[in-house]
């Protein structure tokens, strides 16, 4: 069982759509990455969370460390969201683990 | 502009000759880290620097060497490279180690070794 856990592995929205992505772990962490990778290979970092929730524009990242759960959504989505969506987690080690990532399509 | 450089951005090369990729950033970041990123295998971290002059192995340091002789400049150096390292690589910085800061990465460079 890999510690940390994406889903959907895939997912096909219409523009407009409120889209959520979960992560779940099951190590104890530091921090907790969002981040997202466009089609022409580009990585950007998104949110970093240890506790709550940050907003950027459309974007919401939750967390919640007692569950080991955190959520990405996107409000109003737009075919430009159409990326990969990966979460990150540090553990109480400085180990990086990685999630598979999610692949997110906007159709408009 | 605050960035991550890489160069080149794509290279084929044949097996043993060897090759540098380099990465420079302007935001005075002491941590750099060098990732590979395959299909489904995600992100793996290939070495890490603190600062100038320290360094270590990731998850798959072997088969690349790294400097740190300057802050701002990370090259990932192939001294003798093998098809398997055939991938895209990526590198990043950030202000504080590893990832308990916001991570910058470059634009990627897609390698291919015959």
């Known amino acids: 069982k890999n510690e940390v856990e994406q889903s959907p592995q895939n997912l096909t929205a219409q523009e407009g759509e409120f889209i959520t992505i979960n992560c779940s772990y099951s190590v104890g962490i530091s921090a907790l990455h969002w981040l997202q990778q466009h089609p022409g290979g580009g990585i950007v970092s998104l949110f970093m969370l240890s506790s709550g929730k940050k907003k950027h524009g459309r974007l919401i990242a939750t967390i919640n460390i007692q569950e080991k759960h955190s959520s990405l959504h996107i409000t109003a989505s737009h075919p430009r969201d159409s990326a990969v969506y990966i979460c990150?987690?540090?553990?109480?080690?400085?180990?990086?683990?990685w999630g598979a990532g999610t692949k997110l399509i906007i159709k408009p | 502009e605050a960035q991550v450089t890489q160069n080149p951005r794509y290279l084929i090369t044949v097996t043993g000759k060897k090759l540098t990729v380099t990465c420079s950033q302007n935001m005075n970041h002491e941590y750099m880290s060098w990732y590979r990123q395959d299909p489904g295998l995600g992100l793996r971290q290939i070495y890490y620097?603190?600062?100038?002059?320290?360094?270590d192995k990731g998850d798959v340091p072997e088969g690349y060497k790294v400097s740190r002789k300057e802050k701002r400049n990370f090259p990932l150096i192939l001294e003798s490279p093998s098809p398997n390292q055939t991938s895209l690589y990526f590198c990043?910085?950030?202000?504080?180690?590893?990832?308990?800061?916001?991570?910058?990465f470059g634009p990627g460079t897609r390698l291919t070794v015959l």
């Open positions: 620097s603190m600062n100038v002059e320290v360094t």
């Open positions: 990150a987690v540090m553990d109480s080690n400085y180990q990086l683990i």
């Open positions: 990043a910085s950030s202000r504080l180690a590893g990832f308990t800061d916001t991570q910058y």
